[in-house]
């Protein structure tokens, strides 16, 4: 947000906190209470309960996909959701934070990738695009529109047309490009982004680093 990003609100906690703070429902209600990030969310708004493991992104191995994320939580039903996220990353021995986020409605969700060495050209940047507010491409499950933009000419090649029946309006892929173009600039390493489409705004939800080896 402070370089002028369009991002989901979130809080971010450690997992050793939050897997003490559960294990009694006061101490539970009285650190939900102080945690303002709650404070400012509606009931019928949906949380994300997101992986952010020590041992995700690391300079060589990535274990992207590894842990697993719980979407579409309501307030009302955190503690559950939380309990759900442990009991299913303890037995991985996770260690490190756990982030809550604000799920938006998304028209639109993406991947972007860019600069990595498997790429049949280094200087390609891929942009994956699925209908709904899941990111089902991260699943493998549908992609509505491929773009591989060529970032040394400046332009973009349309791999996979969108599904008509699927798009209620036209996407607008040149706005796409370039956040995806000014966030892998900021970033300066190869990076896998996700991101999403809520009343015409772009919003970056995640930004991973690539390496050449997966755990």
Known sequence: K?????????FVESYAVMKEKVTDEIEFETW???AYFFETISDEELLIIRSSAKDEDGEEKSNAGKYVSIPNIKKRSLLSGIKSFIELNDKLNYDGDV???IMLPYDFCGVAVAGDSNLENNDSLI???SHGPTNLITEGKDVAVRVVYDLIHDEYKLVEELKKNNTPHQIDLNSIIAEIKKARVLYGKKADIEWGIYKDKIYLYQIRKIVNERC
């Open 127 to 129: 942009i994956e695009v």
């Open 99 to 101: 982030i809550f986020q």
């Open 32 to 34: 939900f209470m102080k």
């Open 2 to 10: 402070q370089n002028g990003f369009n991002v989901p609100d979130f």
